[in-house]
């Protein structure tokens, strides 16, 4: 069975500054990644995946994940960081070969600083 | 429809009482998934609906948490006799249905059971 860990649970970081969110996964293969971002009472909204090909996959808002295999990671990165950037961030793995569901790790909560 | 679309949005119930989560996906998907988001916590897989196959079950917590899929289009997630623990957010997503293209997550429904 696949799982995800998020090291992170709460992360703070200045406005304009650099940030990375780590994800690391357990999984037999390689699989389907995600990374979903969740604001108040909002639902979850992909900022990007990976599934195949080149490991930097680039999403938006200007988002950016990298997959490593030999890490068993796919950490989340953005150059420089805007307020409107606060809000919850979840990394998922999916199974290939099945779409039967995600497992999500537990989040981590990002605040920016004016 | 546009997107996914989960009604009520809020739902506050007496404990013991049922209650009943709907869930409308995007036009043309085959796959449904119901997922639990308790308070401080990751998404918790429920149940998977794919075209006509039987549904996976195999994330329903206890025997008084039913789902059903009408025509394959509309789903409804039942809670029978309410507890506490019920409360949560709760997230509808549909796909493709193949290989998570498209999976796409509606703004959830908020239980709180008092």
């Known amino acids: 069975a696949q799982s995800v860990t998020q090291p992170d649970i709460h992360i703070t970081v200045s406005e304009g500054a650099s940030l990375e969110l780590r994800c690391n996964y357990s999984?037999?293969?390689?699989?389907?990644l995600f990374w979903y971002v969740q604001s108040p009472g909002q639902g979850l909204q992909l900022l990007l995946k990976?599934?195949?090909?080149?490991?930097l996959v680039q999403g938006i808002k200007g988002f950016e994940a990298e997959f490593k295999r030999s890490q068993s990671s796919f950490n989340l990165r953005k150059p420089s960081v805007h307020w409107s950037d606060a809000a919850e961030y979840f990394c998922?793995?999916?199974?290939?070969?099945?779409?039967?569901?995600?497992?999500f790790g537990s989040g981590t909560q990002l605040t920016v600083l004016p | 429809g546009a997107g996914v679309s989960q009604s009520p949005s809020n739902k506050v119930t007496e404990k013991g009482k049922d209650v009943e989560l709907r869930c409308d996906p995007i036009?043309?998907?085959?796959?449904l998934y119901w997922y639990r988001q308790s308070l401080g916590q990751g998404l918790e897989f429920l149940i998977y609906?794919?075209?006509?196959?039987?549904?996976?079950k195999s994330g329903l917590p206890s025997d008084r948490f039913s789902a059903e899929r009408t025509g394959g289009s509309v789903s409804t997630l039942t809670i029978q006799r309410t507890q506490q623990e019920d409360s949560a957010v709760y997230l509808c997503?549909?796909?493709?249905?193949?290989?998570?293209?498209?999976?796409?997550f509606g703004s959830g429904t908020r239980l709180t059971v008092v």
């Open positions: 990976y599934f195949s090909g080149d490991t």
């Open positions: 998922a793995v999916g199974a290939r070969g099945s779409a039967r569901q995600l497992t």
């Open positions: 036009s043309g998907h085959t796959a």
């Open positions: 609906f794919q075209g006509n196959s039987a549904p996976d």
């Open positions: 997503a549909s796909s493709t249905g193949t290989a998570f293209y498209g999976y796409t």
């Open positions: 999984y037999g293969a390689t699989p389907y």
